[in-house]
Each structure stands twice: as structure tokens, then as C-alpha cells.
């Protein structure tokens, strides 16, 4: 009867269980709200059917209890219920590669008999919760990988003893690794790669990992110096250090790895030379170094390693020749990428040898010689990169015959052989013949000549073409309009003549082109408002001449557009306001005419804007002040009359401003960018005044007058009679009175004749022959006082006019006398209409009127 009791109360508890576990999925179930596979879970996963039958559950031969659940790779989107820790027989869990997302629960800790843990490539976030490590002690296998998993390690995985594999690869955990994971004896593999940790590795981590087979941490921001002890490491077969702060030298040590295959350096601070014993490493097949400061020759015994596959150490300075046996003792290898260095010697020959090799990047060296012949042997190659070295090419005729041997490498993407010491040669029909794959040629610098073959545009993948200083002639052909997928073209710096072929507006994607520096003429074509990826466009010192398209206007998201030292005629649109985006302007030695347009201060962008040498005339306009950013504002060399206006200090980051030699006049602003202007930004405006270190007079009040004649049209006026009749003068530029007295007789007066000569004389007994007849009377009551007033007024005018500017009355001064005439006028009782004396005073202007 106990026995049966017994059976039955186990039988209860299983049962109890089994529930337990039906009822923990079916929370997972409730939380994937979507998917590829929810809706086949969704009939699978049901009440009606025996958990142990449900797709991705195994359980238990003798308890029924579910001891694994692996749903990965099934594109589930949803979050992770804490439910998951009623699991509680769970050896395995998998729900890799699909869309979970949310925190990691804290209930995982509730599954102690867990031994494999993977959540990797989903979304999950949040910090990973440290109480979960302090009960799955059995856990040999750690794996959450591509998620967004923040905060730091827990300090709870170094209790893992039995850990093998810990991955936390490409999450956004930070700070230190705890040292109690460099203890972990069992660990096989330790995965950082992609996150923001730090601190260095410990000294002793090759004797505290003796298992270790992998070792990846690049992408972080690890420093010091790498442990020699890693050479205890027997088993390592993967060590993977690039892209941290690590210093020091390569140790020897790493030579007593004889398992390594993957040896990864690059992208740090070491130094030194490349240890000798890295030979030792036979089979090794990948050793990166580069982006580092590495120094000395590379090891002749690294050439022997027979299974290597890749050699990258650009970007050192490392010295020395290439092996001349190299294509025969390294017949593996797919990647030789050693540019940006400084080797020389010449490229061995059996380097056509290599038959799969995909990349040789030479660039940036000292090589001499000849580029190695047979270079069609290598039908793999993909990546070709001579670039700026002392190469020269053998050729039996005038055409460039390292093309034509190219035309084998039918997977060339690549290919650059420009700034070497070529001698003049043409560009073979065949380049059209080049791998319908090419996206990069770099010819500059070549010393190529002849003209640009029509075949070229049978190269329809090209996204970059560079063939700038050379010596190209002749047209530019239409079919370059085939180059569809063109993003950059640079032709500048030749001898290309002709017109720009319409052909070019069909290049929807041509995000730069330079023709500048060439003998191009006509017209820029009308449609060039097609090419809506243009941000750079470059056509300096051509003979294009005519009006800029109006389509220019609508590339909105157009960043420069230069076309100095052109015939391009016409007025500069107020449409140049839509360019939103642009930072740079270069309209300068042209033949613009017409004004500036207001809508420049449109351009809140625009850091550098030159209209030089041109024939723009009007004002500059006040708008200038909206454009906020610019850093460099040339106007010289025009006929552009007015003032400065004062707003341009705003401009606070403007470092660069001329506007010499046009007809500028007024005072030159002091406070803003102008503080640290200098007399060459005015030169040659012969009416600016201002202070002494812009190499201009001081503002006298006829030059404060001016500098505001563009707006409210400042005149000093005084009617005189002439007999019977009266005229007009009117004080003309410069600050002194040169316009004849022309009478409503018709009388002119004699040219050397001057306003201010004339009142000048008639002091002090002819003052009444020189004033309104209708302003003072002879019989008027206290004549002689009134005319002392007058007197002192026209004394006072005669002061503002003197020839030389620095005898002139400093405005302030005129203020004070003006007022006080004033005052004696107005105690002598003289009425309104008499003598009208109006002043208008602020720091800037005077206004005098007499008798009006």
C-alpha cells in the first residue's frame, strides 16, 4: 500500500511537472507576436498535443520532462517570458537567429541544470543580470553574441568553471574584463570581438588558459603589451588582437604556436619588427599586421610559411625587397597587400606565379623596374594596386601594354597604376576589353597621351575613373554617357578640348566631375539639372563660355560647383539661392555682369564664395549677413559701389574677406570678423575711410555722409542766386564740390569753377551774394548777428570739404558747433521757415539742409 502510495505521489509530481513545463512554452508562445514560422507554432504548440512532441522540444526518455528546446533560425519575433525559468530539467537551450527582443530574464537562473545557453543574433538589450551566473554552474557553453546587450561583464562568469566557450561578440558591453574569466582553465574559446571593452590582458594568461583555442578581442579598446606567455598557448589556432591600443613589439614567443592559423595584429600602436620565428608558424594562413608602425624587413622565413593565403602589412614602415623567388615558395597565396610602406627593389617576376592570388597591392613604395610581364597568368586577381612607386612599363609600341594583358583578369574590380615613371603612351581600344566588372581606375599621373579611346565607355560597372595629369587631347567622347554606374570622374589637368558631350547627362549616379585645367570650350549642357547625384562640380580654367544653364539651379544637393577663369557671361540668377547645400562657390575671372543677388544669404552652408575679377557692379548686399558660415568671401577685382554693409560682422567664423580694387565707399567696419582684417582686403577703394590699419583715412563727416548715401541719399544743397534766376549744387564724390553752377538761363559756368572756391572768395564781406535771397533781408532785425550764424555755418561747410581728408572737421566736432548755432539762432527769434536747420544725429550720419 506505501508502495503504492509512492508510485502514485511520483507519478503526480511528474505530471505536476509536465504541466509546468506546457505551461512555461506556452508563455513563449504568447510573447512571439510574429514570424516566417509563428503560424506553424501556432498549430504545433498546442494544449490538445503532448509537449514531447512539439517541433524544437526533446524531453526525457524516463521523467517526460523537457530537457531541450531549440527554436533557432526560425525568424521569431518576440520577447523572452520569465516563464523560461519553470524549465527546470533543461540541458539546452537555443533561440539563435531570430528577433527576440527585451532583457534577459532573471529567471534563467532558475534552470541549474542548463549546460548550452545560446541567444545569439537576435535584439536583445539591457545589461546581462549578474544573479543568473551564481546557479548554472553546470554551464559549459555561453553564447549571446549580435545582440545589444549593454553595461559590463558580470563578475559571476569567472565561476563558471566548466565554461568552454564564452561568446559576447558585437554587443556594447564596456569596461574591464573580470579577472576571474582569465581562470576559466577549461575555456577553449573567449569571444570579444565588437564591443567597448578594455583594461590589458594579464601577464600570465597563457598559463591560466591552457586549453584555449581561440582568442578573439579585436574591436576594442585593449591596451598595453601583448603577453608573451601567449606562446604557452599549444593549442591556439585562432588569435585575433586587431583594432585596439595594444603597444610594444611583437612577441617572439608567438613563434612557438604551432597550431595558429590566423594571426591578426592589424590596427594598433606596435612596434618593432616583425619577429623572424613568425616563420615557424607552418600553418599559418593569415597574417595581418597592418596599420601599425612596424619597422625593418619582413622575414625571408615568412615567404617559406607554404600554406599562407594572406600577407597584410601596409601601412608600416617596414623596409627591404620582396623575395625574388616569391611565386614559387608561397604558391597559396590569395592576398599580398603590402602598400603604404617603404620597399624597394624591383617586383620579382614569379609573382606571375601566383595563380590565386585575388589582391597584390604594391601602392605607396619605392619599387623600380619593370611592372612584371605575364601578369595575365593571374586570372583570380581582383585587386591590382601599383600606384605611386618608380615603375616603369616595357612596351614595343606607343600604346600602354600593361591593359591589354589585363583583359584576361576577368574579375578585375580594381586597378591602379597611376604616379609612376611611364613614359608617353596612348590608352589602347582594349581598355574596353577590361573586365566588364571594373569599378576603380587610376591612371593619374601617367604620363599618358593621345586621345581618350571611344571603347572606354564599354566599361559600364566603372564607379571611379581617374585619369587626371596626364596629357590627353582631343574630344571627350560621347560614350561616356554608357558610364551608368560612374560615381566620381576626373579628367582634370590635361589638354581636352571641345565641348562637354551631352551624353554626360546621363549619368544619373556621377556624383563628382573635374574637367578643370583643360582647353574645354563651349557651353555647360543645358540638361545638366539630370545628373540629380552631383555634389562636385569642377570646370576651372576651361574657355567655357555663355550663361550657366538654369537647371544648374535645381542640383539641391549640390556641395561645390567651381568654374574660375572662364569666358561664362551674364548675371549670376537669384536662383543660386536654392543651392541649400553648397560649401563652396568659385565664380572668380569670369565675365558676370549685373548685381550680387540678395538670395546668397540663402546659402547658411556656404563656407567659401568668390565672385572675383569679374563685372559685377550694385551694392553688396546686406543679406550676406544670413549666410552664417562663411569663412572666405572674395568680391575683388569688380565695380561694385556702395558701402560695407555693417551687418557682414556678423559673420563670426569669416577669416578671409577681400573686396580691393572696386568703388567702394563709406566707413569700413571695425567690430566682429574686421578685427583681425588687414589693409589688403580694401585696397583700391578710393573712398573708404576708417581706421588707420586698414590703410584708409579717417571718416571725416562728407565720408560718413557717403557711407550712407546707398540708403537715405545724404546731399548737401545750396540754392544761389545768379541774377534773375537760381541753380543748384550738389557736392559731388570724393568729399570735394566740383559741379559747375548751371543756371535756368542756360549759363554754364566756367569748368575750373568750383562751389567751394566760389563761397570761399565771398567771405567775409560777400556772404549775401552767396545765400537764398529769401534768407536773410537787408533791413531784417539783428542782421548783423544772423549773419555771423550763417556765416559760421558755411565757415563750418567750407571745413567739411577741405581738399586734403586729414584737414577736414571730425563729425562729432561739426555736431557740437551745429548745435550751438542753433540755439544762438533760435534766441535771435528767427522764424522756421527762414533758416531750416535740421540735424540728425547718430554715430554715423549728419544731415544738413539749407533753406529747403
Known sequence: MLLFADVFTAYASTISANDDDQSALLALKSRISSGSNSAFLEKNWTAESPVCTWIGVLCSSSSKRVTSLDISSMNLIGSIPPDIGNLSSLFFLDLSRNFFHGNLPEELAQLRKLEYLDLSHNNLSGAIPPSIFGTLLNLRFLILDYNELTGSIPEGIGDLRFLRELDLEYNQLNGPVPAGVFNLSWLEQMAFTGNNLSGNLPPDIGFKLPMLKGLYISQNQFGGSIPASLGQCSQLEFLSLSYNAFTGVIPREIGNLSSLETLMLADNKLTGSIPAEIGNLQRLEVFSAYKNSLSGSIPESIFNITTLKFLLCALNDLSGNLPPNLGQVIPNLQNLNVGYNNLSGTIPPTISNVSRLTVLSLASNSFTGFIPEMLENLRSLEILGLQDNNLKIKSMSSELSLITPLTYCRNLTYLSFGLNLFSPLVLPASIGNLSTHLKHFDARGSEISGVLPAEIGNLTSISWLNLCNNDLTGPIPKTVGSLRSIQELSLQHNQLEGSIPDTICNLLNLGLIDLSFNRISGILPSCIGNNTSLRYLHLDSNYVSSRLPPSLWTLNDLLMVTASSNSLSGSIPPEIGSLQAIINIDFSQNKFLGNIPVTV?????????????????????????????????????????????????????????????????????CEGPFK??????????????????????????????????????????????????????????DGNVHTKAIGTMGYIAPGDITLRGWIKDSFPDGILQVIDSNLLEPEEANLEAKMKCVSSIMELALQCTAPLPGSRMNIHDVLSALKRLRSQLILLDVTEGQVDLKVKSNKNFSELKFGL
Not at 622 to 645: C, Y
Not at 707 to 730: A, H, M
Request: aromatic share 8%.
Open 601 to 669: 544669404g540663402k546659402l547658411q552652408n556656404l563656407l567659401q564664395l568668390s565672385f572675383a575679377e569679374n563685372q559685377l557692379d550694385g551694392s553688396i548686399p546686406d543679406s550676406f549677413d544670413q549666410a552664417i558660415s562663411l569663412e572666405m568671401l572674395d568680391l575683388s577685382n569688380n565695380k561694385l559701389t556702395g558701402v560695407i554693409p555693417k551687418s557682414l560682422e556678423a559673420l563670426v567664423y569669416l577669416k578671409m574677406f577681400n573686396i580691393s580694387f572696386n568703388r567702394l565707399s563709406g566707413k569700413i567696419p
Open 676 to 733: 583681425n582684417f588687414t589693409a589688403s582686403s580694401f585696397i583700391s577703394n578710393a573712398a573708404l575711410c576708417g581706421d588707420p590699419r586698414f590703410g584708409v583715412p579717417p571718416c571725416t563727416i562728407t565720408q560718413a555722409n557717403k557711407r550712407l548715401r546707398s540708403s537715405i541719399t545724404p546731399i548737401l544743397w545750396v540754392i544761389i542766386p545768379l541774377g534773375s534766376s537760381s541753380s543748384i549744387y550738389q557736392g559731388a564724390r
